[in-house]
């Protein structure tokens, strides 16, 4: 039979062991957590820079919008002129 104490030792490493695969149990859910929020960031970003890409091409140049305003405005200015 074996003294108590070396029983009292082996429960108590056992126990030990238990504890320590928990955590290591729980810090892997956390790090899946951790790397699955990653690519969901990486994948909102991904789509964000496909939407900037779109809006840029797609806006109107601000010196062609000036272009437009002037000659515009130079039209005005003729007819106004023209009509006196």
């Known amino acids: 039979m074996t003294p108590p104490e070396s029983t009292t030792v082996a429960l108590e490493l056992a ?9 290591f149990t729980e810090q892997r859910g ?8 990653g690519d969901q960031t990486d994948k909102t970003l991904g789509d964000h820079e496909k ?10 140049p601000l010196p062609a919008v000036a272009a437009v305003t002037s000659v515009g405005a130079l039209a005005v200015t003729v007819w106004q002129a023209i009509g006196r």
């Open 51 to 60: 939407r900037l890409a779109a809006l840029e091409r797609s806006r109107w």
């Open 15 to 23: 126990e030990l062991r238990r504890t320590m695969e928990v955590g």
């Open 30 to 37: 956390q790090l899946a957590l951790l790397v699955q929020r």
